[in-house]
């Protein structure tokens, strides 16, 4: 039985699958061409991450396909439902990226406040000669202990963030319209053991009171910040989405982040991917990275463990 990985799989899972007996192929086939490939080679699973769509084309005209994988959390690039409905298993990984996104987010903020995101642009091209004026120009930075951070959207990844947060001595605040409440267990190197209880509170108090916003939130159909959200907000607050492009009004945020009211941006997706906006790229008050949460490798060696298990579980 034949297994497309089309965006990759690590070792991990290679190895665990084609120890069950299956052929994983790990060639890359254009979007256009999926369909042809999947029918001329028979394949059974098709794995992908965010760059892979599989729409009602790819389900409708691949008759072979049992599985669906997705290497990470969210599934907006399959058409879940419709597949389910044709019979076709689609499974995800919802918890093995969670700490390295929650790492990516902090990687951000921590860069933002000591403003490297800039300094690593200008030292290259003027750190010889105007040293003095850097070293004046980027002495402003804030600590994060001791400021508040909101998060938005308090599942897996989001409560993987608010431990790090937690651990640098940030106060966190959450809305979650699903989840009341969490019990965040915090595990360290000599093996203690703390508990922090999180209750949720609206989406207006969390932007009202935060100093640094992070988003972790699905796909959905409405902005989830936009021109009413970012007036809520405090003045010079920083925001990071390392969620899903289209949470976040981009247009908007460039016009807050030239009002003063936000301070500083990341962005780690975004609505035109793979081309962001030109806006973006230049913005000097934006940390950019190029949808990289997942992208380490603990995370993808997690992800192709989980993966192979439950297409084993299932095709056996």
């Keep these: 039985m034949k297994i497309l990985a089309n965006d990759g799989l690590a070792n991990s899972g290679v190895v665990a699958l084609e120890k069950a007996g299956y052929e994983v192929i790990l060639t890359k086939v254009a979007q256009e061409q999926l369909v042809d490939y999947i029918n001329k080679n028979n394949i059974a699973v098709l794995l992908v991450r965010s760059a892979t769509k599989v729409r009602t084309d790819i389900i409708d005209n691949c008759p072979s396909l049992k599985i669906i994988g997705r290497g990470g959390v969210g599934m907006d690039n399959i058409d879940v439902e419709y597949a389910r409905e044709k019979g076709i298993k689609v499974i995800n990984t919802p918890a093995a990226s969670s700490h390295s996104v929650a790492e990516l987010v902090f990687a951000h903020l921590l860069g933002m406040v000591r403003f490297l995101h800039e300094s690593n642009r200008s030292m290259p091209l003027e750190g010889d000669l105007k040293f003095k004026d850097l070293k004046k120009a ?10 508040t951070l909101g998060v938005i959207g308090i599942g897996r990844i989001g409560q993987a963030t608010a431990k790090v947060a937690i651990g640098l ?21 000599d093996h203690q053991t703390l508990f922090f209880n999180i209750n949720t509170i ?19 159909s409405e902005y989830a910040i936009s ?5 809520l907000m405090k003045d010079g607050v920083c925001i990071v989405n390392a969620a899903r492009g289209g949470v976040i009004d981009e247009v908007a945020l460039v016009k807050a982040i030239e009002s003063g009211k936000v301070a500083k941006a990341a962005l780690d997706v975004f609505e035109n991917e793979p081309t962001p906006e030109i806006q973006l790229l230049m913005n000097p008050s934006l940390s950019l990275t190029p949808h990289i949460g997942a992208a380490t490798f603990e995370a993808q060696g997690r992800i192709g463990t989980e993966l192979a298990t439950q297409i084993i579980d299932i095709l056996s």
């Design 138 to 147: 980027y002495a402003g930075g804030v600590e994060l202990k001791g400021k």
């Design 202 to 220: 609206s989406k207006e108090e969390v932007l009202k009171q935060a100093d640094f916003i992070t988003l972790h939130v699905p796909a959905q």
């Design 227 to 231: 021109t009413k959200e970012f007036e």
């Design 169 to 189: 001595g940030m106060k966190v605040i959450a809305f979650d319209p699903y989840i009341d409440a969490v019990n965040l267990e915090l595990e360290f190197f």
